[in-house]
Protein backbone atom coordinates (compact mmCIF):
# COMPACT_ATOMS: atom_id res chain seq x y z
CA UNK A 1 0.00 0.00 0.00
CA UNK A 2 2.45 2.35 0.95
CA UNK A 3 4.45 2.23 -2.21
CA UNK A 4 1.23 2.96 -4.32
CA UNK A 5 1.09 5.53 -1.84
CA UNK A 6 4.56 7.18 -2.99
CA UNK A 7 3.83 6.49 -6.73
CA UNK A 8 0.42 8.33 -6.79
CA UNK A 9 2.63 11.95 -4.28
CA UNK A 10 5.49 11.68 -6.96
CA UNK A 11 2.43 11.71 -9.73
CA UNK A 12 0.31 14.30 -8.18
CA UNK A 13 3.74 16.81 -7.89
CA UNK A 14 4.46 16.27 -12.18
CA UNK A 15 2.66 18.43 -14.70
CA UNK A 16 -0.58 17.58 -16.18
CA UNK A 17 -0.64 15.32 -18.87
CA UNK A 18 -2.88 15.82 -22.15
CA UNK A 19 -5.64 13.16 -22.56
CA UNK A 20 -6.93 11.48 -26.08
CA UNK A 21 -10.83 12.65 -26.24
CA UNK A 22 -12.45 10.02 -28.52
CA UNK A 23 -14.64 12.57 -30.59
CA UNK A 24 -11.00 13.74 -31.92
CA UNK A 25 -9.65 10.69 -32.78
CA UNK A 26 -10.67 8.35 -35.40
CA UNK A 27 -11.76 4.50 -35.17
CA UNK A 28 -8.46 3.37 -36.51
CA UNK A 29 -6.07 5.21 -34.98
CA UNK A 30 -7.56 4.29 -31.33
CA UNK A 31 -7.58 0.61 -32.00
CA UNK A 32 -3.87 1.15 -32.91
CA UNK A 33 -3.01 2.68 -30.40
CA UNK A 34 -4.82 0.63 -27.75
CA UNK A 35 -2.59 -2.54 -29.60
CA UNK A 36 0.65 -0.56 -29.33
CA UNK A 37 -0.88 0.02 -25.61
CA UNK A 38 -0.26 4.03 -25.57
CA UNK A 39 -4.10 4.13 -24.28
CA UNK A 40 -4.82 0.90 -21.41
CA UNK A 41 -7.38 3.28 -19.51
CA UNK A 42 -10.27 4.70 -20.14
CA UNK A 43 -12.56 7.93 -18.30
CA UNK A 44 -15.52 10.03 -17.87
CA UNK A 45 -14.68 13.43 -19.27
CA UNK A 46 -17.36 14.90 -16.91
CA UNK A 47 -17.61 12.85 -13.86
CA UNK A 48 -13.35 12.92 -13.96
CA UNK A 49 -13.40 8.90 -13.23
CA UNK A 50 -11.27 6.60 -15.34
CA UNK A 51 -11.22 3.23 -15.51
CA UNK A 52 -10.13 -0.15 -17.13
CA UNK A 53 -11.08 -0.29 -21.27
CA UNK A 54 -12.86 -3.51 -20.58
CA UNK A 55 -15.20 -1.79 -17.55
CA UNK A 56 -18.83 -2.06 -18.09
CA UNK A 57 -19.55 1.54 -16.73
CA UNK A 58 -16.98 2.72 -19.26
CA UNK A 59 -18.32 1.21 -22.09
CA UNK A 60 -21.77 2.53 -21.35
CA UNK A 61 -20.81 6.41 -21.64
CA UNK A 62 -21.54 8.83 -24.55
CA UNK A 63 -18.49 8.77 -27.08
CA UNK A 64 -18.78 12.93 -26.37
CA UNK A 65 -17.67 12.53 -22.74
CA UNK A 66 -14.91 9.21 -23.12
CA UNK A 67 -11.78 10.32 -22.65
CA UNK A 68 -8.44 7.57 -22.96
CA UNK A 69 -5.13 7.74 -21.02
CA UNK A 70 -1.73 5.88 -21.28
CA UNK A 71 -1.47 5.30 -17.66
CA UNK A 72 -3.05 5.82 -14.16
CA UNK A 73 -0.54 8.44 -13.44
CA UNK A 74 -1.45 10.32 -16.45
CA UNK A 75 -5.54 10.26 -15.29
CA UNK A 76 -4.77 11.21 -11.95
CA UNK A 77 -2.60 14.45 -12.83
CA UNK A 78 -5.44 15.73 -14.84
CA UNK A 79 -7.91 15.02 -11.60
CA UNK A 80 -9.97 11.68 -12.56
CA UNK A 81 -10.75 9.59 -9.96
CA UNK A 82 -10.55 6.18 -9.86
CA UNK A 83 -13.88 4.00 -11.23
CA UNK A 84 -15.53 1.93 -7.88
CA UNK A 85 -16.16 -0.95 -10.20
CA UNK A 86 -13.29 -1.85 -12.19
CA UNK A 87 -10.44 -0.39 -10.12
CA UNK A 88 -11.98 -1.24 -6.34
CA UNK A 89 -8.88 -1.16 -4.65
CA UNK A 90 -7.50 2.28 -5.77
CA UNK A 91 -11.28 3.58 -5.31
CA UNK A 92 -10.94 2.71 -1.57
CA UNK A 93 -8.04 4.34 -1.40
CA UNK A 94 -9.07 7.14 -3.59
CA UNK A 95 -12.32 7.09 -1.42
CA UNK A 96 -10.28 6.93 2.30
CA UNK A 97 -8.25 10.23 1.22
CA UNK A 98 -5.14 8.85 1.26
CA UNK A 99 -5.19 10.38 -2.58
Not at 10 to 35: A, C, G, N, V, W
Not at 36 to 42: A, C, D, H, N, V
Not at 61 to 72: A, L, P, W
Amino acid sequence: MMHYLEKLHTILSQDRIEMITHIETTQTDLHKRIRRQEIRLGGNRKLKIYGTLQCGSGKKMKRDNRIFFSTESNAIQNGFRPCGHCMKQQYQTWKNGLI
